[in-house]
């Protein structure tokens, strides 16, 4: 190719010129190559501020973060309680006149950050100096857990505990604020009451029931705090409460007894006005109470109750039709059935009319009177009248009473007088509520009830006449037999007496009893029931015998004489009673 043909191809392929400068011209302007380096030089320039914007928020995000944590206080109860939890109220609890027997007292509680500890021998060593009682083996395994964040070392401490705990300067010790439950009368009515754990819930008596009604609940989903509730008001009297409980631990002491309780119950409401077991304990220290005095043996005890199960068999046969007031019974000898003799114990050994039967609790005509009726009538009425069945009432601690799998002879006629069938006092009380009132059932409450509610869920177990036949024997027996001794000034009382020989190791004992005796005043227009009992007396009242006229006979008559006036029944003096007034 010649040359001539080389420049045309090459000219062809592009066009070189030079300016003035000898600078080539590849055909763009200047002003064009100009615009694209400055395009570039911006777009890196906004790259550049975009990276510096962005390091500059997240360490605006960190130092945000950081600045929260540092005025935040973590909450380092989260694995124990939450603090709402910590300060969540209870409801006062108040008996029936609003007087204060429950409430919520502010208090503090001992905790560790072991992972702030410096050296946890010297905190436990230090510690000691002000609560001596501290474990110091558990204490110092919690604050060497140098993993750990939290540790309680003692809930609830007083201020003067945490003022001299403050005042080491341990570090890595701190206080978190919570609620106690303090019970300003103490042992005046722990088994009514019950008690919380160390969390301030609910573990026995109306404190259960409290949580039950769903403040437990509530409290699971964290819907409490510590606004204050609306007390929870009670049927008892606490001014009747105090004298029940004092009547029965003075038995106890008295007569030497394993244990005694009482109750006095309105026949027409079913309210219960005061209870009481011993031994028992303080609602604010329960734990030095666990070994007897936990046991309500009121409701959650089931005993036999002697004789004061004649007043049930006679309702029966009378209610039946089978017997009146006017029958009679040969009581002269013994019955023997089954291997078993059955005897008197103040045997007259004769022919006793139905009043003289329950007058001298006579065993042999009580039998005779149940074997008119039949084993399948006797059943049937005792489970009537609430005997056979596990009473209802708002206290969780309510025992099922126990019976024969299957009932003979035999167990009729030893049920009659009150061997073979246990029941819980309180539950006998309520049944015998039921005959002097006019035949109605009326489970028991703790909780106010007016006469309208009770008559409401009242039934009928027995007719008005045989209601007003058992008032005249307890009546008779009140002032001619073995209750004579309950009497008290102004207040007709009726009542029956109840001695059981106590089962041991599957045996009946010959020396040891458990005594009951059931009263109702004024019997002429019957109020109010009380029911005693006494678990293995060793004297009874004045130097006599171990049986109920002489042990549980007197709780009942301190507790009518003492609770009759507060309760405002009127007194009716007759000429009866200047004997009365004379020896009082």
């Given at each position: 190719?010649?040359?001539?043909?080389?420049?045309?191809?090459?000219?062809?392929?592009?066009?070189?010129?030079?300016?003035?400068?000898?600078?080539?011209?590849?055909?763009?302007?200047?002003?064009?190559?100009?615009?694209?380096?400055?395009?570039?030089?911006?777009?890196?320039?906004?790259?550049?501020?975009?990276?510096?914007?962005?390091?500059?928020?997240?360490?605006?995000?960190?130092?945000?973060?950081?600045?929260?944590?540092?005025?935040?206080?973590?909450?380092?109860?989260?694995?124990?309680?939450?603090?709402?939890?910590?300060?969540?109220?209870?409801?006062?609890?108040?008996?029936?006149?609003?007087?204060?027997?429950?409430?919520?007292?502010?208090?503090?509680?001992?905790?560790?950050?072991?992972?702030?500890?410096?050296?946890?021998?010297?905190?436990?060593?230090?510690?000691?100096?002000?609560?001596?009682?501290?474990?110091?083996?558990?204490?110092?395994?919690?604050?060497?857990?140098?993993?750990?964040?939290?540790?309680?070392?003692?809930?609830?401490?007083?201020?003067?505990?945490?003022?001299?705990?403050?005042?080491?300067?341990?570090?890595?010790?701190?206080?978190?604020?919570?609620?106690?439950?303090?019970?300003?009368?103490?042992?005046?009515?722990?088994?009514?009451?019950?008690?919380?754990?160390?969390?301030?819930?609910?573990?026995?008596?109306?404190?259960?029931?409290?949580?039950?009604?769903?403040?437990?609940?509530?409290?699971?989903?964290?819907?409490?705090?510590?606004?204050?509730?609306?007390?929870?008001?009670?049927?008892?009297?606490?001014?009747?409460?105090?004298?029940?409980?004092?009547?029965?631990v003075n038995a106890v002491k008295n007569f030497q007894a394993k244990g005694a309780g009482a109750?006095?119950?309105?026949?027409?409401?079913?309210?219960?006005?005061?209870?009481?077991?011993?031994?028992?304990?303080?609602?604010?220290?329960?734990?030095?109470?666990?070994?007897?005095?936990?046991?309500?043996?009121?409701?959650?005890?089931?005993?036999?109750?002697?004789?004061?199960?004649?007043?049930?068999?006679?309702?029966?046969?009378?209610?039946?039709?089978?017997?009146?007031?006017?029958?009679?019974?040969?009581?002269?000898?013994?019955?023997?059935?089954?291997?078993?003799?059955?005897?008197?114990?103040?045997?007259?050994?004769?022919?006793?009319?139905?009043?003289?039967?329950?007058?001298?609790?006579?065993?042999?005509?009580?039998?005779?009177?149940?074997?008119?009726?039949?084993?399948?009538?006797?059943?049937?009425?005792?489970?009537?009248?609430?005997?056979?069945?596990?009473?209802?009432?708002?206290?969780?601690?309510?025992?099922?009473?126990?019976?024969?799998?299957?009932?003979?002879?035999?167990?009729?006629?030893?049920?009659?007088?009150?061997?073979?069938?246990?029941?819980?006092?309180?539950?006998?009380?309520?049944?015998?509520?039921?005959?002097?009132?006019?035949?109605?059932?009326?489970?028991?409450?703790?909780?106010?009830?007016?006469?309208?509610?009770?008559?409401?869920?009242?039934?009928?177990?027995?007719?008005?006449?045989?209601?007003?036949?058992?008032?005249?024997?307890?009546?008779?027996?009140?002032?001619?037999?073995?209750?004579?001794?309950?009497?008290?000034?102004?207040?007709?009382?009726?009542?029956?007496?109840?001695?059981?020989?106590?089962?041991?190791?599957?045996?009946?004992?010959?020396?040891?009893?458990?005594?009951?005796?059931?009263?109702?005043?004024?019997?002429?227009?019957?109020?109010?029931?009380?029911?005693?009992?006494?678990?293995?007396?060793?004297?009874?009242?004045?130097?006599?015998?171990?049986?109920?006229?002489?042990?549980?006979?007197?709780?009942?008559?301190?507790?009518?004489?003492?609770?009759?006036?507060?309760?405002?029944?009127?007194?009716?003096?007759?000429?009866?009673?200047?004997?009365?007034?004379?020896?009082?």
């Amino acid at each position: 190719m010649s040359f001539l043909s080389r420049i045309m191809v090459l000219k062809s392929k592009a066009h070189f010129s030079t300016d003035g400068n000898n600078r080539p011209n590849d055909g763009f302007s200047r002003s064009t190559f100009e615009g694209a380096r400055k395009r570039k030089s911006s777009q890196a320039k906004s790259r550049v501020v975009l990276l510096v914007g962005s390091f500059i928020a997240i360490y605006c995000v960190i130092g945000g973060r950081l600045a929260q944590f540092a005025m935040t206080q973590p909450d380092i109860t989260s694995s124990i309680l939450p603090p709402d939890r910590l300060m969540a109220s209870r409801p006062d609890i108040v008996d029936r006149n609003g007087a204060l027997l429950a409430t919520d007292i502010r208090t503090v509680s001992l905790f560790a950050e072991p992972n702030k500890i410096i050296d946890a021998d010297e905190a436990v060593e230090e510690l000691r100096k002000v609560l001596p009682d501290l474990d110091t083996k558990s204490t110092y395994k919690k604050l060497s857990a140098k993993s750990s964040h939290f540790a309680w070392l003692r809930r609830q401490l007083t201020p003067k505990q945490q003022n001299q705990i403050l005042a080491l300067g341990i570090p890595g010790i701190g206080f978190r604020p919570e609620k106690r439950r303090f019970y300003p009368g103490g042992t005046t009515a722990p088994h009514i009451l019950g008690y919380v754990n160390i969390d301030n819930r609910g573990v026995a008596g109306m404190e259960k029931y409290i949580d039950d009604q769903g403040l437990a609940d509530l409290a699971a989903a964290g819907m409490t705090n510590d606004q204050p509730l609306q007390p929870v008001k009670l049927s008892i009297d606490l001014r009747v409460q105090g004298i029940v409980r004092d009547a029965v631990v003075n038995a106890v002491k008295n007569f030497q007894a394993k244990g005694a309780g009482a109750a006095v119950l309105d026949v027409h409401t079913g309210e219960v006005l005061g209870m009481a077991s011993a031994p028992d304990f303080d609602p604010n220290y329960p734990n030095e109470g666990a070994t007897e005095g936990w046991l309500n043996r009121m409701t959650n005890g089931t005993f036999e109750m002697g004789s004061t199960f004649k007043t049930f068999t006679m309702a029966m046969a009378l209610d039946d039709g089978k017997v009146t007031l006017r029958n009679a019974f040969d009581a002269t000898n013994p019955i023997r059935i089954g291997g078993f003799t059955i005897k008197d114990f103040h045997g007259q050994r004769r022919v006793l009319t139905v009043p003289e039967i329950f007058q001298y609790s006579s065993n042999i005509g009580t039998a005779k009177i149940a074997d008119l009726v039949g084993i399948e009538g006797h059943k049937e009425f005792l489970t009537r009248i609430g005997l056979l069945t596990k009473m209802q009432t708002e206290l969780p601690e309510v025992k099922m009473p126990s019976q024969p799998r299957a009932w003979k002879k035999i167990n009729s006629i030893t049920i009659s007088f009150g061997h073979g069938v246990s029941t819980t006092p309180l539950q006998t009380a309520v049944a015998g509520a039921a005959l002097v009132n006019g035949g109605k059932l009326i489970e028991p409450t703790f909780l106010p009830r007016t006469r309208d509610q009770a008559d409401a869920i009242a039934k009928m177990v027995v007719k008005k006449s045989t209601s007003d036949d058992v008032r005249f024997l307890l009546e008779f027996n009140g002032t001619r037999g073995s209750g004579r001794n309950a009497r008290v000034p102004g207040y007709n009382v009726g009542s029956k007496t109840g001695t059981a020989d106590k089962v041991v190791n599957g045996r009946y004992s010959n020396t040891l009893n458990f005594n009951t005796f059931m009263a109702v005043f004024p019997i002429d227009n019957p109020q109010y029931i009380v029911m005693t009992f006494i678990d293995e007396p060793k004297s009874g009242e004045r130097g006599g015998g171990t049986i109920s006229a002489f042990t549980a006979l007197p709780i009942a008559r301190d507790i009518v004489a003492r609770s009759a006036p507060i309760l405002g029944v009127q007194p009716n003096f007759g000429k009866d009673d200047s004997a009365l007034l004379a020896s009082y």
